[in-house]
């Protein structure tokens, strides 16, 4: 009996609605639900760098995720993905890169093989710009956002989606050029005004909503320099200080358990060394969807996302974009076997 699996690259992806962040919004909403039921499975992700200091900023990392999500997804993966912070300067290549392997729940016999690369890095924007929706200021105008990389592009397409009404964005980063760039063709695709800032204070003190996504190996932001009620949402590993963290009126995490096995932040750093404890957490992502918590209870507090990332997100999307490719005839189909080898 010969068995196949369906390869899709990563035009195929973008075709099957891989790059669409109303549909990745969507689907990460229905995974926090399920995540909320327990109609989940979320392994440990596991972390592959070298023990020196700073080394994922500079040497970089390959994580495995894996995870079942059950509900209308019912579908079994995993993603592999590795990140080279100088890859885009030294190798022209895109600093993280990344496959999908989806598994049937039930056989456990692979299903398809697909780029993540692009789904990678919608659905981290995604999970942004849920937590936009109930943690960032009812009045906000400007988002400023630090790194012009391309998971700045995602956080900017998310949040545009999730608060509509934004009116500017300040974009700031080491490479004026890349500032630049961002800046061109962000406001492009987004139709409000993207504007290159590099002084990094003015982008604070005027912005709404806050975002980092950088290698920096010292905090961009500082609590001391936040005198309103803003939103800040915390990518990179090391770019608040443990100021901003104990200033924060409300703090909220995709999943607080992977977050402290993962320890690659501040907030996790500061759990470790026993300065902050269970209780500093106000509540997960699925708590915000659910209604069990909320995310801003007025203008004037500072709100704090720090999302570690979950297979969960990947899986999901990756499951609707096989099922859209297998509607439609889209994609390769690679022999497993003819005749399998061992029964």
Not at 17 to 34: H, N, P, T, Y
Not at 76 to 96: E, H, V
Not at 162 to 176: G, N, T, Y
Not at 311 to 333: E, F, H, P, S
């Amino acid at each position: 009996m010969s068995k196949e699996l369906l390869y899709l690259s990563q035009e195929d992806v973008i075709a099957c609605g891989g790059m669409s962040m109303k549909q990745a919004i969507e689907d990460l909403e229905e995974v926090f639900r399920l995540f909320d039921a327990g109609d989940c499975i979320l392994p440990g992700k596991i972390v592959m760098k070298r023990p020196e200091a700073n080394s994922e900023e500079i040497s970089g990392r390959i994580n495995a995720m894996p995870a079942f999500v059950g509900g209308k997804f019912n579908m079994a993966g995993i993603k592999w993905i590795g990140s080279g912070p100088s890859n885009p300067f030294k190798y022209n290549l895109p600093r993280a890169s990344a496959i999908i392997i989806l598994n049937d729940p039930e056989t456990k016999i692979p299903l398809a093989v697909m780029d993540g690369t692009v789904i990678s890095a919608i659905r981290t924007g995604a999970v942004t710009g849920i937590c936009a929706k109930y943690m960032a200021p009812v009045k906000t105008k400007v988002v400023g956002l630090f790194g012009a990389g391309a998971q700045s592009r995602t956080q900017l397409m998310a949040i545009k989606e999730a608060l509509p009404h934004i009116e500017k964005v300040l974009i700031s980063d080491i490479s004026k050029d890349r500032a630049d760039k961002f800046a061109e063709e962000m406001t492009t695709q987004v139709g409000i005004p993207v504007i290159t800032d590099l002084d990094r204070l003015h982008v604070i003190e005027n912005s709404d909503v806050l975002v980092t996504a950088t290698t920096a190996t010292e905090p961009i932001i500082h609590g001391k320099e936040i005198n309103h009620g803003c939103y800040v949402a915390h990518l990179g590993d090391n770019e608040v200080d443990e100021a901003l963290i104990l200033k924060a009126d409300k703090i909220f995490i995709d999943d607080w358990e992977t977050d402290k096995h993962r320890m690659g932040d501040t907030l996790a750093y500061m759990y470790r060394d026993g300065k902050i404890d269970d209780s500093r957490i106000d509540g997960s992502v699925s708590d915000l969807i659910s209604g069990k918590k909320k995310g801003r209870d007025n203008e004037e507090q500072l709100t704090y996302s720090c999302n570690v990332g979950l297979g969960l997100y990947d899986v999901a999307i990756a499951t609707r974009v096989y099922r859209y490719a297998l509607d439609r005839g889209i994609g390769q189909k690679l022999t497993l076997w003819e005749n399998p080898a061992m029964i």
